[in-house]
C-alpha cells in the first residue's frame, strides 16, 4: 500500500498572505488607530488622499472561538454597497464555514467599535466572502467600473499582524497571462492580516482584494469583477441554493472541477517526447513545466525527469487543514545501456514504490486512501498502475486521486509516470487517468 504524505505546510489558518521570507516593504506606512487619531509619518500626497478617503469603509474582521472568546483569527474587510454589505476573503471566515457552531464573526471598526456579523453568501473559488452587519456606519467604498491601466499606482490595504491599519504603495501589473483564476498581480508586499483588504485606485476606487504573497514585491490580488459578481448573485438568489455553506462550497467546487478538467478533456491531451516515449506534456496553459537530468560520469544509469504543476496561488483554501483544487504530473525516465533487464526492472519498481505526492488534508478532511493495482495494455505497452482514491467526508461527491503506471520497454528504457489531482470527482478522475495513459506511446 502505498505511504502518502500530508504534512506539507501552505498556508496559515486565516490568511494566503504570508510572505516567505521577512521582506522591505515598498513604501510601506504603518498607521497606528486609536479613536480619533490616526499616527502617521511622511505619506505621500496621493497615500494620503487614499487614506482618508477609504479609512472609515475599513474593517478588522474577527473569528472568535465561541468557548474561549479568543480570536481564532483576524483578517480585513471593507464595507460596500448595499449598506451593511462587507467584503472579505472565503480564507479568513473559513474557520465558521468549517465549525459555524463553535465560532461567531465580528467586524471591529476604526473606532474600536465591535459589530457583530452574519455570513451571508462566499465564493471558494475566488476566496472571497460577503457579510452583513446591522445598523452599519455611512461610509463605503465604491468599486472601479472600468478596466484599470498597466503600470497605475495602487494602494492595498489592511491590518497586518495586529499592528494597525497599514498602507502599502505599489503597481498595477494587469491580470497574470496563463492564470486559471484570473488573479492581478500587485508589485507591493502583503502581509498576514491584510487578507480581504482593499487594493485602490488613486480615486479610492477597488480594484482588486488582497489575497497572497508570492514575496520580492510579488503580490496577487482578487479581481473586483468576482466582488461584483458575488454582490449582483446575493441580490438576485438562485432557486435551489444551498444554505449550509459546507455544501454550497461543495457545489461550486464540484462546478469548477467540472469546467477545468472538463476543458483538458474536450480536446486530444498534448504530448512531448522522452527517451522513447511520448508522454503527456502541458495539459493547460496555467500549468507550469519543468525538466532535468542526469548524466553524472560512472553511473550505470540515466535518469530524466519532466513535471507540471499549478502553481501554490492557484490551489483553493477550504480550511488551515486542507487545501484542494489542483492538478500535477511527472515522468521520470531511466536509461541505462549497462544495467541488464533485471536490474532495470528492479530500478523501475524502486521508483513505482517509491513516496507519493503530499495532499494536504486532515483526518476529520478526507478518508484513507483506497488503491488498485492492476497490469493494463495500451497501445502496444504494457504498465503497472495504481489508481488511489480518498473521499472528502465534508463535501460530498469529491476525491483526491493519485495514478501511476511503469512501463519497462526495450531492454534499457524504464518509465514511471504520476498524475495528481486534488478535489475532483469520480468520474474525472477516472476518466483523466484513463486518458492521461492512453496518451503514452513508445516512438517507433
Not at 317 to 341: A, E, P
Not at 411 to 416: C, I, K, Q, S, Y
Request: charge should be positive.
Amino acid at each position: 500500500m502505498p505511504t502518502f504524505q500530508t504534512n506539507e505546510p501552505y498556508c496559515c489558518p486565516c490568511s494566503r498572505t504570508i510572505p516567505r521570507d521577512r521582506l522591505r516593504w515598498l513604501w510601506t506606512v504603518l498607521l497606528f488607530i486609536a479613536p480619533g487619531l490616526v499616527h502617521s509619518a511622511e505619506l505621500s500626497p496621493e497615500a494620503d488622499k487614499v487614506l482618508h478617503q477609504v479609512r472609515g469603509a475599513l474593517v478588522q474582521v474577527q473569528v472568535n472561538d465561541t468557548s474561549t472568546g479568543a480570536k481564532a483569527c483576524t483578517g480585513t474587510g471593507f464595507r460596500v454597497l448595499p449598506a451593511g454589505s462587507v467584503v472579505t476573503n472565503y480564507h479568513v471566515v473559513s474557520p465558521f464555514v468549517e465549525f459555524p457552531k463553535l465560532h461567531r464573526i465580528c467586524c471591529i471598526a476604526p473606532d474600536k467599535t465591535e459589530i457583530p456579523a452574519t455570513l451571508i453568501d462566499i465564493d471558494v473559488v475566488h476566496d472571497l466572502a460577503l457579510l452583513k452587519v446591522a445598523n452599519p456606519p455611512p461610509d463605503t467604498i465604491s468599486l472601479l467600473d472600468r478596466p484599470a491601466e498597466k503600470g497605475a499606482r495602487i494602494f492595498a490595504l489592511g491590518f497586518p499582524f495586529e499592528l494597525g491599519l497599514t498602507v502599502v504603495e505599489g503597481l498595477y501589473n494587469d491580470v497574470v497571462k496563463e492564470s486559471l483564476h484570473g488573479r492581478i498581480h500587485f508589485a507591493g508586499s502583503l502581509n498576514s492580516g491584510m487578507s480581504g483588504g482593499p487594493a485602490v485606485n488613486v480615486s479610492g476606487q477597488v480594484m482588486g482584494v488582497n489575497v497572497w504573497s508570492r514575496g520580492n514585491q510579488a503580490s496577487l490580488l482578487v479581481p473586483v469583477d468576482f466582488v461584483k459578481t458575488l454582490i449582483d448573485r446575493k441580490q438576485r438568489p438562485s432557486v435551489g441554493e444551498p444554505a449550509d455553506f459546507q455544501k454550497k462550497a461543495c457545489q461550486q467546487l464540484l462546478e469548477h472541477q467540472g469546467r477545468y478538467i472538463g476543458e483538458i478533456l474536450s480536446r486530444p491531451l498534448p504530448t512531448v517526447e522522452l527517451g522513447g516515449y511520448r508522454v503527456p506534456g502541458k495539459l493547460a496553459p496555467y500549468l507550469k513545466c519543468w525538466g532535468s537530468s542526469s548524466h553524472e560520469r560512472g553511473n550505470l544509469f540515466q535518469t530524466s525527469h519532466y513535471s507540471c504543476h499549478m502553481e501554490n496561488e492557484e490551489f483553493l483554501f477550504l480550511s488551515n487543514d486542507q487545501i484542494t483544487g489542483f492538478l500535477k504530473f511527472s515522468h521520470f525516465l531511466i536509461t541505462s545501456r549497462q544495467l541488464d533487464r533485471i536490474r532495470l526492472y528492479k530500478r523501475c519498481q524502486a521508483a513505482f514504490k517509491s513516496g507519493y505526492p503530499s495532499i494536504q488534508a486532515g483526518r476529520d478532511d478526507v478518508t484513507s486512501f483506497d488503491c488498485q493495482t492492476r497490469f493494463v495494455t495500451s497501445k502496444g505497452l504494457t504498465f503497472k498502475v495504481v489508481l488511489c482514491l480518498r473521499a472528502y467526508k465534508q463535501h460530498l461527491g469529491l476525491y483526491d486521486a493519485v495514478f501511476r503506471a511503469a512501463s519497462l520497454n526495450e531492454n534499457d528504457t524504464a518509465l514511471v509516470t504520476t498524475l495528481v489531482m486534488a478535489g475532483v470527482s469520480y468520474s474525472n478522475a477516472v476518466d483523466l487517468a484513463q486518458r492521461y495513459l492512453e496518451s503514452i506511446q513508445w516512438k517507433k
